[in-house]
């Protein structure tokens, strides 16, 4: 699945550019991004409050693990 797909499906696709200007094209390469990688990517707490962001950050590294188990 391509990050532009992915982002899509969570209506997040405003930060595909800054993601494949970094080189993630797929979303198997952000298995292990933090939100220090993202904040340092451009990509700035998402207009949420801290514990909603843990929650999403847990949220996509499950969707993430999941899609990269699925492809195995």
């Given at each position: 699945m391509s990050v532009?797909?992915?982002?899509?499906?969570?209506?997040l696709?405003?930060?595909a550019?800054?993601?494949l200007k970094?080189?993630?094209?797929?979303?198997?390469q952000m298995?292990?991004?933090t939100w220090e990688d993202l904040e340092d990517i451009g990509i700035h707490k998402l207009g949420i409050t801290s514990h909603s962001q843990k929650s999403f950050h847990k949220l996509v590294v499950v969707?993430?693990?999941y899609i990269s188990d699925a492809r195995r």
């Open positions: 532009q797909e992915w982002l899509s499906m969570l209506c696709d405003m930060y550019n800054n993601l970094e080189g993630f094209t797929s979303v198997e298995t292990d991004i969707q993430l693990h």
